[in-house]
Antibody, heavy 123, light 107 residues
Framework: EVQLVESGGGLIQPGGSLRLSCAAS????????MNWVRQAPGKGLEWISV???????HYADSVKGRFTISRDTSKNTLFLQMNSLSADDTAVYYC?????????????????WGQGTLVTVSS | DIQMTQSPPSLSASVGDRVTITCQAS??????LSWYQQKPGKAPKLLIF???NLETGVPSRFSGSGSGTHFIFTISSLQPEDIATYFC?????????FGPGTKADIK
């Protein structure tokens, strides 16, 4: 069974840093496209980053230069290092796996999601 | 960036009603459009991809259509367990973007 479990969220002061983790089971992160998607309280969904199986990464403009996506294949875990946090970064952060079926993969389509971890940026 | 819009922002219908949500993309995205269902306090769930393909295990009362810039999501017979917010999303190009959502409720 595919499972994604995020951790690392919490209350952090503006300007601070936080590292989120997403532990995967039931599949290998090394052979999957892995993403971070966030949702501010009461708001919609915002894709923020992708780590392709080949190693390429991309970011939304809103986090570029401040956030870094990475993975540890030995731990089958995805990470999101978040620096220079502001109140606008307050959100539930989800990791999501890219959709692959029968050797066809769709970049940007998400078939499995974690339960999310809440990041609150406030003084 | 491709902007996604949805209408209506919210809807209220009776059990058994046919419900329709529209989604518009700011440019041609072919059929690279998905629909997600999100229940309160839960992660989104993929319902439809490729504009009209039902994800495995999703009830057949859910359907989607459209191509290019205009898309439609339909629940043929609204059930109590369908109370949720529905988001469309384009995966034609980076950054992947979502519509603002449509909150569905039972009248």
């Amino acid at each position: 069974e595919v499972q994604l479990v995020e951790s690392g969220g919490g209350l952090i002061q503006p300007g601070g840093s936080l590292r989120l983790s997403c532990a995967a089971s039931g599949f290998s992160v090394s052979s999957s496209q892995m993403n971070w998607v966030r949702q501010a309280p009461g708001k919609g969904l915002e894709w923020i980053s992708v780590f392709y199986s080949g190693g390429d990464t991309h970011y939304a403009d809103s986090v570029k230069g401040r956030f870094t996506i990475s993975r540890d294949t030995s731990k089958n875990t995805l990470f999101l290092q978040m620096n220079s946090l502001s109140a606008d970064d307050t959100a539930v952060y989800y990791c999501a796996r890219g959709y692959c079926r029968s050797n066809s993969c769709y970049s940007g389509l998400f078939d499995s999601w974690g339960q999310g971890t809440l990041v609150t940026v406030s003084s | 960036d491709i902007q996604m819009t949805q209408s209506p922002p919210s809807l209220s219908a009776s059990v058994g009603d046919r419900v329709t949500i529209t989604c518009q993309a700011s440019q041609d995205i072919s059929n690279n459009l998905s629909w997600y269902q999100q229940k309160p306090g839960k992660a989104p769930k993929l319902l439809i991809f490729g504009a009209s393909n039902l994800e495995t295990g999703v009830p057949s009362r859910f359907s989607g259509s459209g191509s290019g810039t205009h898309f439609i999501f339909t629940i043929s017979s609204l059930q109590p367990e369908d109370i949720a917010t529905y988001f469309c999303q384009q995966y034609y190009s980076l950054p992947f973007t979502f519509g603002p959502g449509t909150k569905a409720d039972i009248k």
